[in-house]
């Protein structure tokens, strides 16, 4: 089997057919060989059977000269001849046996060829496709078999490597934009303050207190980050209470809430739900607090909880800006913003969501989001019960 998987697909489908071939071509011709055999045992047995003489040679004289004759070890022209024509028959049937069984090898060969040029063709078009050329699709198939499907299979495949790796080069960049900002920000102020020549308490003092919001926000973008990427198995099964859960949160977002007036609603049938309480209560911070950004002065923002064809059902919405139905698909994007501009204006690095999708999907939990511009925005996390 080794061996096998050394040679190409064309030839093991020549040699397995070709052994199957030979095979019955070989069971065809002993089966043949065995029922002549038999036939020609009894035209020999006919023809050294003994003739019965006619005219004045009486039968006892016949029947001795018979003896005497197969007692000398005389084999009669017809015994002869059967012998012979069972000999000729056993070395044709074995020429046939070589010569149909590789005439067939060589059928196989070249029909097993024709049969897989359409895969030759796929692995040519496979092998001139690198990273650097994903856009390019290998050729469809004509037919609806197995190497047509496999050509769409991974035809489709290549659309999702593409993506992805787009995602990867625009969190790639993004991720590193985030960094270099307050990077920026800080040196560009110890370079002011180096210039001047006599700095008073007051320059110092702004500097550092520059050096350390942007330090704080350098630290919360690497926090986001390792929520992100972080795989390593936690436990999920902390019992949290969810009108605990929201109160805390509206608690440390009161003043947010308070300078734009906003109020809040609950409706609870929902009362607990299972998961790691610690990025939980992170999930719906970052959600409550974008329904208060993003949301307007005098805004509510309603949040409900209730059950559903046994799975659990939270929503929060908010009476704000609303989101563009073909931008909605794309928010959960690690640095993705709707309206960079505006976005900048308000504050945060576009992680917000990502990380909240990132902590969703951790526990198995799936979130959807709805929104109509100048309306508001829901969105409705359902979790296992």
Not at 43 to 54: F, G
Not at 158 to 172: I, T
Not at 285 to 291: I, V
Request: net charge negative; with cysteine; hydrophobic share 40%.
């Amino acid at each position: 089997m080794g061996l096998l998987n050394k040679v190409s697909i064309r030839m093991r489908v020549t040699l397995l057919t070709g052994g199957i071939l030979l095979a019955a071509s070989m069971l065809l011709t002993w089966s043949s060989i065995y029922n002549a055999q038999d036939k020609f045992m009894d035209l020999n047995k006919a023809a050294e059977e003994p003739r019965v003489p006619t005219g004045g040679t009486s039968i006892g004289s016949a029947q001795s000269e018979a003896d005497d004759v197969l007692e000398e070890g005389v084999a009669s022209v017809p015994a002869i001849a059967a012998v012979q024509a069972k000999q000729s028959f056993d070395s044709w049937s074995y020429i046939y046996l070589v010569v149909i069984s590789g005439a067939g090898m060589i059928v196989t060969y070249i029909v097993a060829g024709k049969a897989l040029k359409p895969l030759q063709d796929l692995n040519y078009s496979i092998v001139n496709i690198t990273e650097h050329n994903l856009k390019e699709r290998v050729p469809a198939s004509a037919s609806n078999d197995e190497i047509g499907s496999l050509a769409n299979s991974f035809n489709a495949m290549l659309e999702r490597l593409n993506e992805s790796f787009l995602r990867q080069k625009r969190f790639s960049a993004n991720v590193s934009h985030e960094l270099k900002t307050p990077l920026s920000i800080m040196n560009a102020g110890i370079q002011v303050l180096r210039l001047d020549e006599t700095p008073t308490a007051e320059d110092y003092k702004e500097t550092v207190e520059m050096a350390e919001r942007n330090i704080k926000r350098l630290m919360s973008i690497v926090d986001d980050l390792l929520v992100l990427t972080n795989d390593s198995n936690v436990e999920y099964m902390d019992e949290i209470n969810l009108n605990q859960l929201f109160l805390q949160v509206e608690a440390e977002l009161l003043p947010l809430y308070n300078d734009k007036n906003i109020h809040v609603t609950h409706e609870f049938e929902l009362d607990t739900i299972l998961g790691h309480a610690p990025i939980v209560y992170r999930a719906f911070y970052n959600l409550l607090e974008n329904a208060a950004k993003y949301n307007i002065m005098n805004g509510t923002i309603e949040i409900r909880t209730w059950t559903e064809d046994r799975m659990g059902k939270i929503s929060i919405s908010d009476s704000g800006m609303g989101i563009p139905s073909e931008e909605l698909d794309r928010i959960f994007e690690p640095f993705y913003r709707v309206d960079s501009s505006r976005s900048r204006k308000i504050g945060g690095a576009g992680l917000g969501l990502s990380i909240v999708k990132a902590i969703i999907e951790k526990h198995g939990w799936s979130i959807e989001g709805e929104s109509t511009v100048n309306v508001g925005t829901c969105f409705v996390i359902s979790v296992i019960c």
